[in-house]
């Protein structure tokens, strides 16, 4: 036996001697293609400097075929490939090969219709285990592509080596540069990493330096990563900034809110299944934004936790994430100004109530818990919010917003909102609570004759479905109660109201006075987005306001009628019920045309039979009774 081997080894010396190692190219191709069904063709001369249990292996001119359904003839091909192979792990059909290193690649990897993929080796392209391990390699001036009409994506990257920047002789970093489309978006990228690229690695981390956009998203990333298949450890400053914080679904398969134009900064890091955003700093429209956030893999679906905090919000940003568009409100209104005083001019697309649909199919990417604080809120004259503090839990595409708080000076208000995306169309549940709110923190300040300072309070409890805030609320049912009691408010207001000529020309001269202000209820009902008045009330110590109608939710109209009472006599009056129509964008109030002509041409006419006749129209001799907000009162917040 030992002569039969040493014979065996003689005629092999010999045999490479006399050949080389070129004889072995042909069984070599013979047997790549009975393995694989594909096209192994090496061009040059082939080398075997043996050592075990790992030769290294040289050859040039090499090239190796897709399958047949690729658009790309050839998966790769090089002017010289040089790998050192397990050759224990060959008896059990695994190839693991080390220290890969080649030569002006081109790689051209494919994901077929059916998911097959055209690097896996067997005749079908499924089986994951029928691929080539490798854990180190480097390129020198390469290309590698990738393409999968599938998810859109078709990406052309194009690497050099070039020296690195430590200055030490021998140290080299690989640049790359990449473009095409990723998920149907726009990509670019240039970076540069270390020469190795440790692709399977986990002891070694590997340097990297990227500056990508997808889309209208920016990545820039400096820092280490360990194991590029696995990403095993990730230690890596990040900024992230583009237009809509939702675009990053793309990226990261994770449901995120929509926003305004966002740009964020901070350290990013990930040990075993727990990938951490700690801390950042940032901004989100005209708003700061920053703490902490963690996603967590592992289970059914990722888990997403964080903690953020404004230290100064403006309320306009929040406006997409309840599905409002940027500027909607004030392009509205100013349609409404272009359009001017006619009822009803306003355009038809421009609507208050946020409109844009939430993606409920998103919710099932991720669970959430998040905590929100606003710590100071930069006030809008319409809602004079002072800070805002919010839980949000997504859970199994049911999200809540339990509590949600805003805090109104010495006011508040709580509500708990929850969304249920488990049907389409969403159903929704919002419970408000609203207590002590001043009433003059949302009148114009600059406006003497509207001055009150009664305290607010009430509840609001309606139930819907839609995609959107805006069809949720067009179909709702609940009610809604509020409450006003205590504090003062102009005469010339309540004279205004009744149209009391004599007491608002006497005001003029000795100047506005405030008077009490017994209670203000506002009762409705709810019921398929209309809103129905079952008490509107104001009551004063001069006059008393009494209102019905309703109010459109779907439509955003207004349609009410406010009829004022007087509790004194007033001799000079052209008092009339005041309409309150229009729309949300531009509210039109106006008196009773006809009832006023109707008292000042009966003034005329028996003005005409006596001078002093004229006046009995114009005198408004009033009730004289209160409206009794004893029983009202007593359901105070």
Known sequence: MLGILLALLLLTSVTVAMLGWNWLRAPIERMAFVQTGRTLIIGGDLELHWGWPRPRIQAKKV?????????????????????????????????????????RPVVQLERGPQGQKSWLLDRQQHDESARVEIDRLTLDQGIIGYDDASSHTSIRSELS???????????????????????????????????????????????????????????LATGHVTSLVKLTAVDMQLTLSGDNLKQLYTLTGIAMPATRDYVMQGHLVRQADTLRYDPFTGRMGSSDIGGWVQVKTGGKKPVLTADLVSTRLTLEDLGPVIGARVGQVQ???????????????????????????????????????????AKAIRRAAAAPI????????????????????????????????????????????????????????????NKGDTAMTSLLGGQITLAGSGNSVGSMLAG???????????GQISQMLMEKTGLHLWEMFRLALTGD??????????????????????????????????????????????????????????????HSPIHVGGNFVKPIIAVDRGRVAARALGSVVLGIVNPLLMLIPLIDAGPGIDSGCAKWLKSQP
């Open 63 to 103: 090239s190796f075929a897709n399958p047949p359904w690729a658009l790309h003839p050839q998966l790769v091909s090089a002017d010289a490939v040089i790998f050192s192979i397990h050759v224990p792990q060959l008896f059990n059909q695994k190839w693991e090969l080390s220290d890969l290193h080649l030569t």
């Open 161 to 219: 080596t070039v020296p690195a920047p430590t200055g030490r002789a021998g140290d080299t970093d690989v640049n790359f540069s990449a473009q095409g489309q990723f998920k149907g978006l726009p990509f670019k990228a240039r970076g540069s990493g270390d020469t190795v690229l440790a692709i399977r690695e986990e002891s070694v981390p590997y340097g990297l330096r990227v500056d990508a956009t997808v889309g209208r998203t920016r990545i």
């Open 331 to 373: 392009s509205a209104k100013n349609a409404a100004a272009r359009a001017g005083p006619v009822a009803g001019a306003t355009p038809r697309t421009k609507r208050v109530l946020p409109d844009l649909p939430f993606n409920a199919e998103q919710w099932r990417s991720v669970d959430a818990e998040v905590n929100f604080s």
């Open 386 to 445: 002072q800070a805002l503090t919010t839980h949000i839990s997504l859970k199994d595409s049911v999200l809540k917003l339990d509590p949600l708080q805003f805090a109104f000076g010495s006011g508040q208000i709580n509500a708990e909102v929850t969304l249920d995306g488990r049907h389409n169309p969403i159903q929704s549940h919002a419970h408000v609570q609203a207590q002590r709110l001043a009433l003059s923190q949302w009148l114009p300040a």
């Open 476 to 486: 709702a049912n609940g009610s809604v109660r509020l409450l006003a009691s205590g």
């Open 513 to 574: 006075k405030q008077i009490k202000l017994r209670c203000a209820v506002a009762n409705f009902d709810v019921k398929a987005g209309q809103m129905q008045a079952n008490t509107l009330l104001l009551d004063t110590q001069v006059t008393t306001l009494l209102g019905r109608g309703a109010i459109d939710l779907a439509q955003e109209k207004f349609d009410l009628t406010i009829t004022p009472k007087t509790k004194n006599t007033s001799p000079l009056a052209l």
